[in-house]
T-cell receptor, first 113, second 112 residues
Framework: GAGVSQSPSNKVTEKGKDVELRCDPI?????LYWYRQRLGQGLEFLIY????????KSGLPSDRFSAERTGESVSTLTIQRTQQEDSAVYLC???????????FGSGTRLTVV | QKEVEQNSGPLSVPEGAIASLNCTYS??????FFWYRQYSGKSPELIMS????GDKEDGRFTAQLNKASQYVSLLIRDSQPSDSATYLC????????????FGKGTMLLVSP
């Protein structure tokens, strides 16, 4: 597609429920990243996928968080047993091979009530 | 631990002035440097990249890099109210594929 597409744009969920967030990167971008941004805070790295290499999961905050990517296409970020502190905007980004900077999607605003 | 530091601001400048945004980073082997603009409620947008010491100009924007001082800056000439946003500095410390470490951003307010 023309840009990084994320869905849903907004998600309100009850504490303890599982949620799944989706990211469709720019066609041809081999690298895909997930970040989290809490209200008024900076960007917090979560996970990074590059081609068929093992993902860099070093930023995932707990084992309730997991992510998958199908080849060089769509990625899903799953949060199990959501907690109120999971409320944030979840941003997906993709990039070409090399240091060209990211293109971000418009994000998914998650609210846990 | 890799760190990217920015003054949170707000930095207030009048319309038409030069806005100067600064960033320092801790990882000496950092190779790639980016500036993103983030409007309130929106996602970050890449506006500048710089990879070697010196200045890089793109329209009203100039990025400056000094690796010896571990310092990168963004100058915005002829600032406009539409430039009011938070500016994020990001650093990639390894060649090839890597993650970016972001600063917390500097809020810029340009008054008419």
């Amino acid at each position: 597609g023309a840009g990084v597409s994320q869905s849903p744009s907004n998600k309100v969920t009850e504490k303890g429920k599982d949620v799944e967030l989706r990211c469709d990167p720019i066609s041809g971008h081999t690298a895909l990243y997930w970040y989290r941004q809490r209200l008024g805070q900076g960007l917090e790295f979560l996970i990074y996928f590059q081609g068929n290499s093992a993902p860099d999961k070093s930023g995932l905050p707990s084992d309730r968080f997991s992510a998958e990517r199908t080849g060089e296409s769509v990625s899903t970020l799953t949060i199990q047993r959501t907690q109120q502190e999971d409320s944030a905007v979840y941003l997906c980004a993709s990039s070409f091979e090399g240091n060209y900077g990211y293109t971000f999607g418009s994000g998914t605003r998650l609210t846990v009530v | 631990q890799k760190e990217v530091e920015q003054n949170s601001g707000p930095l207030s400048v009048p319309e038409g002035a030069i806005a100067s945004l600064n960033c320092t980073y801790s990882d000496r082997v950092s190779q790639s440097f980016f500036w993103y603009r983030q409007y309130s409620g929106k996602s970050p947008e890449l506006i500048m990249s710089i990879y070697s010491n010196g200045d890089k100009e793109d329209g009203r924007f100039t990025a400056q890099l000094n690796k010896a001082s571990q310092y990168v800056s963004l100058l915005i000439r002829d600032s406009q109210p539409s430039d009011s946003a938070t500016y994020l500095c990001a650093v990639n410390s390894r060649g090839g594929y890597s993650t970016l470490t972001f600063g917390k951003g500097t809020m810029l307010l340009v008054s008419p």
